[in-house]
């Protein structure tokens, strides 16, 4: 087993009821060489006094605080300044993680040095943490056990399906994230930002699926994911990235 540095970053607020079980799958990893950094967003509930209890139990946590609300996006945008270590993943305060997802995502970046970052399948759980599906996932991709997308492999897919990538899949290369991402950009690309990170990382390097569901996205009506959710991947929003394509200089005349 690689004994790669992982750095996983936690954005939260006001995130009591799911922490716990987040927490609990992120530390059940069987890659135990994890930073776990915890950033809440000015909470206003017992989400950081959570955080202090497990930090008491294993000094691989590290807990940021805000004094003020930076917003969602904002403090995505802190996590990806603090990327550490060999990989940085985001993951999210509401969601549960296979025991495997960081020892195969480190696996995958390993073996595969053209991408940047990698994506996995996810499933879908109720707010009671009931399967209740799985998220979308092209069959381009599904019907091979890994993938290693180029730009206009990507390109072709999102145009077909839009954002097919579950946010807090992916496993990024921290010098990635750190130097070249940088900036969660909600102002410019609105509900789309994501898929604006996933642009960005395809222009330098490829990037990597594995079609295997090794975390559960969590529907709730309270969570950040879903509130994005209902609202990601407008006609409008989208529209930007087709026309940041279109002017790309690999795709000029």
């Known amino acids: 087993m690689s004994q790669a540095k992982v750095c996983i970053c936690i954005p939260t607020y006001n995130a009591a009821d799911t922490l716990t079980e987040t927490l609990h799958s992120v530390l ?38 805000s004094d003020t609300n930076l917003g969602g996006e904002g403090n995505f945008t802190r996590c990806l300044e603090a990327a550490d270590g060999d990989y940085t993943a985001i993951y999210h305060s509401d969601d549960l993680y296979h025991p495997l997802i960081v020892e195969e995502s480190v696996a995958f970046l390993e073996k595969h040095r053209e991408c940047g970052a990698v994506a996995v ?26 993938a290693a997308l180029d730009e206009a492999a990507f390109l072709e897919l999102v145009s077909l399906y839009g954002n097919f990538v579950t946010c807090p899949s992916v496993m990024a290369r921290s010098q990635l994230y750190r130097d070249k991402i ?4 909600g102002r410019e690309f609105k509900t789309s930002a994501d898929l604006d990170v996933w642009w960005r990382v ?8 594995l079609a295997k569901p090794l975390m559960s996205y969590r529907v709730s009506q309270a969570s950040f994911t879903v509130r ?14 087709r026309q940041n394509a279109r002017n790309s200089p690999s795709n000029a005349n």
């Open 182 to 185: 940088a900036q969660w950009n």
């Open 202 to 209: 395809i222009q330098v390097s490829r990037l990597g699926f």
């Open 121 to 146: 399948h996810a499933l879908l759980i109720d707010e009671n943490a009931r399967a209740i599906g799985e998220r979308f996932l092209p069959n381009e991709i599904r019907s091979q056990r890994e």
């Open 28 to 65: 059940a990893q069987t890659h135990r060489n994890l930073v776990v950094k915890i950033f809440d967003n000015a909470s206003t509930d017992s989400t950081l006094q959570l955080a202090k209890s497990f930090q008491e139990k294993d000094p691989r946590i590290q807990i940021h605080t």
């Open 228 to 241: 994005e959710t209902k609202r990601r991947l407008t006609r409008h929003d989208l529209s930007r990235h």
